[in-house]
């Protein structure tokens, strides 16, 4: 094609540049600059709280990195290899967490095993206490177990079975063949959920948040501090997070490129094989999924008992949707879910226009500008929200040009502004290799039977790229309806959404709104997911 | 003057000179078939020509519009693809009329000429299918269908039968050339196979590293090569250095290099039996003896008649008529 630049490609650039320079490089510097101008930096980060809330966070995302793997790849093998009836129900129930906005399963928790929580209630116990190490580690396992699950299944369904084959053949035993045969194969998935996990556990608020009591993890000081007035402390330990998770995050890309890719071959899965599930095993799945649900449910009850009885008289069957009415009916509990609402819509169509730039920028051959776009575009993905979120308010708190003089700290714009940069990563990625896809024959086919440049990408590129693009967008849009993080330090009254709403109205003692609040937020997910993948399953058959 | 002209075009990748100095014509209705091993820049050439590549210089003219600086889209082209680069999101019948609705053309007429192209090409039947489900030889029906429907002044075919299977490709072959004559577009045909260039065109252009070695009728290409490669490479000549030619044909002193089709190079056991068969394949109508000549590999074809006449190890003679034998440049293969 013409290598000039058309009016349209320049627009393109213009519009990438202006976001990228102003909502990442621009709110990044400025956090460097104010943590820089911290005085002592180095014998304040050596402080003894500092070096304890790094520890923590650093055993914390250990932990939860080993014990997510292990329950995700002892589930992701039992329903690769084994057969167990009703495993589509079962394998649904255990990714049932990914559904969960954080702030909503942390309070799902709370409800279920708090001092005042539905099991204390029931069964009258007195001292049973549920919080700090115990109750955050468990939480994090809840939340990023299916991750494992997810990516070791994903290759599990594309490993050649007939190596696994060979290896019985060869008189390999069943333990022997799993360490040598079948874990190398899931080195990538592995690692790669590790990464994620440790990354997003590092980057964890909600649960250390609520339950953490006394001890300290980066996320909470840096929120702490911010809190009371100390910006400068707070962007310090804000830039040792960045380093930390985005050390992560180039490790995790290096690691990927550096490990060629398994050839695929189609091994048919040898069900006819595979052997049942023996009844203890089968009981251990029946109850796993049992805990799994048990929060979800503890959230729907709070949610329809008349306020307080559960404090005066334990469980009772007495079930009202009085709260339900309230959100519906009534203005002040109304506009949280207009705001959340809004602001996800917002943030999804910036985000579906910003990754539609940035990825027909990346389109073509390499170059060192392209390259750099791409590390820059996809640095939002290793940084912690909190940290956005402390970026943000550096960056917006005065007029700048980015914000055409505005101050947009304090502005409802602020919020989607914030879902759109942490999730403009996953859409540039997710359009980027839907354009990947395309033969650029097709295109040029187009071009050939006189198409415009413009009418060959709206009716050839942009049908083809649907799918990733609708994929992606989902994730957004569930992504942004649940955030907690970022909200939690940018939101004001008259902007606040759902998952404040959960938080706030616990800390009023309001528990039956803020579980409605968290069963709203968790109903819409999943009905959103379950409608999309039915109308993207039904979509065009690609060649 | 000719319907397409191809003057001076260069063109580098990376600092590789891609295409050295081109310049080509093809007068109106001519099938100009552009050929080469890959590698040769023929399909460069063939995307300079749709604009899909731009020239480093050179001009391309046809119906006597310089195209050099126009996009693919106004060019009015038609481009038959190797893979065929159907839209998968469409079916049949929206892929053809693509190109259709672009020209603005009326509904009514739209659907009569789809009809009408459909025909031709014998896919009346799988109007509404989708193109994922055809099999390879439907899709480049298909594909065909979709570039000649808008009538362009230039088709344009980039190996559109290298991805069937041989006895597929030959029928393709046949329809190719059957609605090629019905149509009578100009066209310009990419292929490494010397075997369709030869069966379709009009006009051969053989190219090697960046350059046109020859161009002309493909009875002149196959029976008057211009160097050893286009001998070796168009016909599979048996090519003999003077020296070789002095002592293996009988009755024949040459000047220079020559060669000899391996269809014409006849071989009795009578004589100085001074070449070796080392193997016999039987293909049915032609019986085809590779031989050994004091280190020389030699094919000869012959009829095969009531069977092979030579096994395996006998010592036979060469000869050529010396109206069969062709005195070639000396230039290196490759």
Not at chain 1, 7 to 27: C, D, E, N, Q
Not at chain 1, 315 to 337: G, H, V
Not at chain 1, 465 to 476: D, K, M, Q, R, W
Request: charge should be positive.
């Amino acid at each position: 094609m013409a290598s000039k630049l058309s009016p349209g490609k320049m627009l393109l650039i213009a519009v990438t540049l202006f976001f990228v320079v102003g909502y990442i490089v621009y709110p990044l510097a400025q956090l460097a600059i104010v943590s820089a101008a911290e005085k002592g930096v180095v014998s304040q980060l050596l402080s003894r709280t500092v070096l304890q809330a790094c520890f923590n966070s650093v055993i914390l995302s250990a932990i939860t990195v080993s014990g997510s793997a292990v329950i995700g790849l002892w589930f992701a093998y039992t329903f690769h290899f084994r057969r167990i009836r009703f495993k589509e129900f079962f394998s649904a129930v255990i990714l049932l967490p990914v559904a969960i906005p954080p702030m909503v399963g942390v309070m799902a928790f709370l409800f279920l095993l708090g001092d005042n929580g539905l099991l204390a209630k029931t069964l009258g116990l007195q001292h049973f206490s549920f919080k700090g190490w115990t109750a955050v580690t468990i939480i994090h396992l809840y939340s990023f177990y299916p991750l494992f699950f997810l990516f070791v299944g994903n290759a599990f369904k594309s490993m050649d079975s007939s190596t696994v084959e060979a290896a019985y053949a060869m008189g390999a035993g069943k333990v022997r063949t799993f360490f040598t045969v079948i874990l190398p194969q899931l080195r990538i998935p592995l690692i790669g959920a590790a990464l994620l996990t440790f990354m997003a556990s590092m980057a964890s608020f909600s649960a250390p948040f609520i339950f953490a009591g006394s001890d300290r993890f980066l996320t909470t000081e840096i929120y702490y501090s911010k809190i009371n007035g100390d910006m400068s402390f707070s962007a310090m330990l804000s830039m040792m997070l960045t380093a930390i998770s985005v050390i992560c995050l180039f490790v995790m890309r290096w690691y990927r490129d550096k490990v060629p890719a398994p050839g695929k071959t189609k091994g048919a899965i040898r069900i006819a094989s595979a052997t049942k599930v023996n009844a203890v095993e089968y009981i251990f799945i029946c109850a796993f999924c049992s805990i799994v649900v048990l929060p979800v449910i503890s959230l729907v009850i709070i949610s329809i008992l008349p306020d307080g009885a559960l404090m005066q008289s334990g469980l009772t069957f007495d079930f009202t949707l009085a709260n339900y009415r309230k959100i519906f009916s009534e203005n002040e509990f109304f506009q949280p879910f207009l705001n959340t609402v809004s602001a996800s819509v917002v943030a999804v169509a910036f985000t579906i226009l910003l990754s539609l730039c940035v990825a027909h920028i990346l389109r073509g051959r390499q170059s060192a500008a392209k390259s750099a776009l791409e590390t820059i575009v996809s640095l939002p993905y290793g940084i912690p929200g909190t940290v956005i979120a402390i970026c943000l308010i550096l960056a917006f708190n005065s007029p700048s040009v980015f914000s055409f003089y505005q101050v947009l700290i304090g502005t409802f714009w602020i919020l989607p502004i914030a879902y759109t940069v942490r999730n403009l990563p996953i859409l540039t990625q997710s359009v980027k290799s839907g354009l990947h896809a395309i033969d650029p024959s097709v295109e040029e086919a187009a071009a050939s039977l006189g198409a415009s440049r413009f009418r060959t990408w709206y009716s050839v590129t942009l049908p083809l790229i649907y799918t990733s693009l609708a994929e992606g967008s989902l994730l957004v849009f569930i992504n942004s309806f649940g955030e907690f993080v970022a909200t939690v330090l940018l939101y004001i009254y008259a902007t606040k959404t759902m998952s404040i709403e959960v938080y706030s109205q616990m800390r009023m003692y309001n528990n039956g709104m803020a579980a409605t609040y968290g069963v709203l937020l968790f109903i819409i997910v999943i009905t959103i997911v379950y409608i999309s993948r039915r109308i993207l399953s039904r979509s065009h058959p690609q060649m | 003057m000719a319907y397409i002209e191809i003057h001076n075009i260069c063109k580098k990748f990376a600092g590789r000179q891609v295409l050295d100095n081109i310049s080509v014509t093809a007068d109106k209705g001519e099938f100009l078939s552009l050929l080469g091993l890959s590698g040769c820049g023929k399909t460069t050439l063939l995307r300079i020509i749709a604009g899909l590549e731009t020239a480093d210089s050179g001009k391309i003219i046809i119906d006597g519009r310089d195209l050099t600086q126009l996009p693919p889209q106004q060019r009015n082209i038609g481009i038959v693809f190797q893979n065929y680069a159907l839209f998968p999101h469409m079916n049949v019948y929206d892929n053809i009329a693509f190109g259709l609705k672009i020209l603005k053309i009326p509904a009514a007429q739209v659907t009569a000429r789809i009809d009408a192209v459909l025909q031709k090409v014998r896919l009346a039947h799988k109007s509404k299918q989708s193109v994922s489900l055809l099999s390879g030889g439907e899709q480049q029906r298909v594909a065909l269908a979709r570039a000649i429907v808008t009538e362009p002044g230039v088709m344009l075919f980039d190996e559109p039968l290298s991805n069937l299977d041989h006895s597929l490709r030959l029928q393709a072959r046949n329809e190719l050339k059957r609605l090629q004559n019905d149509i009578g577009v100009t066209s310009v045909y990419v292929t490494h196979d010397q075997s369709e260039a030869l069966a379709l065109s009009d006009k051969i252009a053989v190219m090697n590293a960046g350059k046109i070695v020859q161009a002309g009728t493909p009875a002149d290409i196959y029976y008057h090569p211009a160097d050893a490669f286009v001998a070796d490479f168009v016909g599979h000549y048996n090519t003999f250095t003077k020296e070789q030619a002095a002592t293996l044909l009988q009755h024949y002193s040459p000047s220079g290099p020559v060669a000899v089709l391996p269809e014409n190079l006849h071989i009795s056991n009578t004589g100085s039996n001074n070449a070796v068969i080392i193997n016999v394949l039987f293909t049915g109508a032609m019986i085809e003896y590779i031989l050994n000549a004091q280190g020389l590999v030699l094919k000869a074809l012959t009829p095969s008649g009531s069977g092979p006449a030579y096994k395996r190890e006998d010592k036979v003679t060469l000869s050529a008529d010396t109206r069969h034998i062709i005195t070639i440049k000396d230039t290196a293969h490759g």
